[in-house]
C-alpha cells in the first residue's frame, strides 16, 4: 500500500477515494478547502497577485487531488475567468466557499471572504470531530467491558472447571 502511494499520481487517486468517503471524505473537503482559504488569504494579503497565490496554495494543499484542482482553477483564472467560477467548474469545492469567494470577488474583499471561509471549515471540522467523539466514547466503553469481561472468563474458567472436577 505505502508503495503504491509512493508511486506518480497515485496518492491524488487515493486522496479522491477519501474524498467519496462519507463521513471522513466531507471533513478532508472541509480541511483541504480550510487550508486552500487561508493559504490564499494570507498571501493575497502579503500583496501577491491571485494566479500566484493560486500556484503556491495549490502546492501547500495536503490533498493532492484537491490540490490539482486548485491548479486547474489557477490556470482558468490565467486565462480570464474569475476566481468564484473557476472555482465552481470544478465541483470540488463546498458551495459556500465558492459563493463566498464569489462574494469577496465582487466586493473586493476576497482576503477577508477567504478568512472568514477558513474559520467557518475549521469551526465546522472541530463541530463534527467533537460530536464523533462524544459518539464514539460509549461505544469505546462498551468494547472494552467486553473485552475486559472476555479476559475474566478465560482466566477463570479453568479455574472453575478444576475445581469441580476435584470436588
Do not use: C
Not at 509512493?6 to 491524488?12: E, L, N, R, V, W
Not at 466531507?26 to 501577491?48: E, H, I, N, P
Not at 490556470?75 to 476566481?83: H, I, L, N, P
Not at 465541483?91 to 473586493?108: L, N
Amino acid at each position: 500500500m505505502v508503495s503504491w502511494l509512493t508511486q506518480p499520481g497515485q496518492k491524488a487517486r487515493f486522496d479522491h477515494l477519501v474524498l467519496g468517503l462519507p463521513m471522513l471524505g466531507q471533513v478532508a473537503r472541509k480541511f483541504a478547502t480550510s487550508q486552500m482559504a487561508r493559504t490564499l488569504a494570507t498571501l493575497l494579503g502579503g500583496g501577491l497577485p491571485l494566479v500566484n497565490a493560486l500556484d503556491i496554495a495549490a502546492k501547500s494543499v495536503g490533498n493532492q487531488f484537491m490540490a490539482a484542482q486548485l491548479e486547474v482553477v489557477s490556470a482558468r483564472v490565467r486565462e480570464g475567468e474569475s476566481f468564484a467560477a473557476a472555482l465552481e467548474a470544478r465541483h470540488v469545492f463546498p458551495e459556500v466557499a465558492v459563493k463566498m469567494a464569489e462574494v469577496g470577488e465582487s466586493t473586493g474583499a476576497l482576503q477577508d471572504m477567504l478568512n472568514t471561509v477558513a474559520d467557518f471549515y475549521d469551526e465546522e471540522i472541530s463541530t463534527t470531530m467533537e460530536r464523533f467523539v462524544t459518539l464514539i466514547e460509549p461505544v469505546l466503553l462498551v468494547f472494552m467491558g467486553l473485552v475486559v469481561a472476555g479476559l475474566l472468563l478465560a482466566l477463570y474458567m479453568p479455574l472453575f472447571q478444576l475445581s469441580s472436577v476435584l470436588s
